[in-house]
Structures are given as C-alpha cells and as structure tokens.
C-alpha cells in the first residue's frame, strides 16, 4: 500500500522556522519527483515546491522562494521542507504529494501537517 | 506564469445531473491539465490527468476533455458521495498552478 506521511507541523512565531517531512512506503521513491502543496484555512491549493527523482532539479513557487527549502533522502525514502522566515500567510495545511512521470500530475498525497504562525 | 481560471466558483446541482466545470488557462498547456476533488478535512484526490486520462480507481462517472488553453470536466450524473470541491492543475510549466476551486453543492 503506498502511504505518504507528513509531521513537523506546528504552533511557531512569525520569523520562525520548521522542518517538514514527509515518510514514503510501498513504492519506489526513487522513481518520482516529490511536491509539496499547501493549502491555507478555508482557501484553495497552492502549488509550493518540486525536487526530481535524484534532486537535480528543484523548483519553488515565488511566494516562497529564498525561505523554503526542499531536499530528499533517498537511502530513508522522505522528502523533507525546511521552512524558513515565516509568516502569518504562511499559515496552512502542508500536503507532500508523488508526481506522476510524463503528466507530472499529483496522484498519491499525505494527509497534511499543519503549520499555524502567530504570535 | 500561467493563470488558472476555473468557473463556476460554486455550483448547485441534484442527484442524477449532468454538471460540467470549466478552466481556462492564460496561455497554451497542450493537454498538461489535471482535475482534483477534495472533501472537507481529506486530501486532494486525483481524478483525470492529462485532460482526458481517468485516474486508476476514478468511477467513469468523471471524465476530461480539452487541449490549448480550454478544458472542461464532466461528471455524467451526480452521485452524493460527488458533493465536493473540484479543483484544476496545470503542469506544463513552473510554477504548476491551480485553479481557485469549485464547490459542488447539493440543490
């Protein structure tokens, strides 16, 4: 059974940071890129980041870029989010999600951490 | 970057209709276009990838059409477990935006 399982989540201060990750099992990591997509409370999904199969390409939505970072471990099949300067619009559900070949779409998601930023 | 414009944002429809959601990309993604239902509290879930391809799992009740810049989904006739939230994905180029949803509600 694939199974995608998100944690770190948490309660942090605006600057704050956290570390996400995501734990695969029943498939072969090494075959798909990995994303991660977020989703703020009560809004719509936000695409946030790609890392390919062996990390040579990575990708960040603007809305992140210079704060997040994205890296996977291939040997402990996990995809991980380092979550940098945060702030209050940084405030979601983090889904990582497998990427499809070919389409690039996402077929198989975790079920989310939540990241809450407030003072 | 490509914008994603889905419509409607909200729909209302009865068990057994035939409902149809659009997305409109502001410039060509080829067939690069996927379709997501999500309900309250859940992930999404994959419903159509390549604007036509059904998801492995996915009820024939769904299906996808479109290339270039205009794609429709389609459910034939709407079951109660269908009440949800649709949600369009482009992935022909960075950033894969989505659209902002549409809410599917019981008439």
């Known amino acids: 059974e694939v199974q995608l399982v998100e944690s770190g989540g948490g309660l942090v201060k605006p600057g704050g940071s956290l570390r996400l990750s995501c734990a695969v099992s029943?498939?072969?990591?090494?075959?798909?890129?990995m994303n991660w997509v977020r989703q703020a409370p009560g809004k719509g999904l936000e695409w946030v980041s790609s890392i390919s199969r062996s990390s040579s390409y990575i990708y960040y939505a603007d809305s992140v870029k210079g704060r997040f970072t994205i890296s996977r471990d291939n040997a402990k099949r996990s995809v991980s989010l380092l979550v940098n300067s945060l702030r209050a619009e940084d405030t979601a559900v983090y889904y990582c999600?497998?990427?499809?070949?070919?389409?690039?779409?996402?077929?198989?998601w975790g079920q989310g951490t939540m990241v809450t930023v407030s003072s | 970057d490509i914008q994603m414009t889905q419509t409607p944002s909200s729909l209302s429809a009865s068990v057994g209709d035939r409902v149809t959601i659009t997305c409109r990309a502001s410039q060509s993604i080829s067939s690069f276009l996927n379709w997501y239902q999500q309900k309250p509290g859940k992930a999404p879930n994959l419903l159509i990838y390549a604007a036509s391809s059904l998801q492995s799992g996915v009820t024939s009740r769904f299906s996808g059409s479109g290339s270039g810049t205009d794609f429709t989904l389609t459910i034939s006739s709407v079951q109660p477990e269908d009440f949800a939230t649709y949600y369009c994905?482009?992935?022909?180029?960075?950033?894969?935006?989505f659209g902002r949803g549409t809410k599917l509600e019981i008439k």
């Open positions: 029943g498939f072969t990591f090494t075959d798909y890129s």
């Open positions: 994905q482009q992935s022909h180029s960075m950033p894969y935006s």
């Open positions: 999600a497998r990427q499809i070949s070919g389409s690039d779409a996402s077929d198989m």
